[in-house]
């Protein structure tokens, strides 16, 4: 979830002024935002802890760059949208409440699950 935020935080700095067509929908930066987390889990989970000599910047970088080209997004659009979001912070809380809420149902469902397997 760091990394999240760091991409976020990241793309907000570079990103540079754009027009409102370049502004992604919210549903649309939701499910980009939601793949890029969990890219970055499987990442910090599976990539990085058997290879540790992997360059991590160049890594995330390839990382988003294939989430954008799977979701047809530019990063041109997804820095447009962090910039957008970043001008408006009670509009950016809503959308990682959703995706944080996504998270627990999901967390919710295994655990549970999970449990129904249990001796």
Same mark, same amino acid.
């Given at each position: ?5 760091? @991409?976020?935080?990241? %793309? %907000? =700095? ?9 502004? !992604?929908?919210?549903?649309?930066? &939701?499910? /980009?935002?939601? #793949?890029?987390?969990?890219?970055? &889990?499987?990442?910090? %989970?599976?990539?990085?802890? *058997? ?6 910047? *160049?890594?995330?970088? !390839?990382? =988003? ?16 949208? /962090?910039?957008?979001?970043? *001008?408006?912070? #009670?509009?950016? *809380?809503? =959308? /990682?409440?959703? @995706?944080?809420?996504?998270? %627990?149902? =999901? ?13």
């Amino acid at each position: 979830m760091f990394r999240f935020v760091y @991409i976020l935080v990241l %793309g %907000g =700095l570079l990103s540079a002024c754009s027009s409102k067509r370049d502004v !992604l929908p919210r549903k649309t930066m &939701e499910t /980009l935002l939601w #793949d890029v987390a969990q890219s970055s &889990e499987f990442l910090n %989970g599976y990539v990085y802890p *058997k290879h540790p000599e992997q360059n991590r910047a *160049k890594v995330d970088n !390839l990382m =988003l760059d294939r989430v954008l080209q799977i979701h047809k997004v530019s990063r041109k659009q997804f820095n447009a949208t /962090l910039e957008h979001y970043k *001008k408006r912070p #009670d509009d950016l *809380k809503i =959308l /990682l409440d959703t @995706i944080t809420a996504r998270q %627990g149902r =999901l967390l919710n469902k295994t655990s549970e699950s999970s449990s129904l397997v249990s001796p």
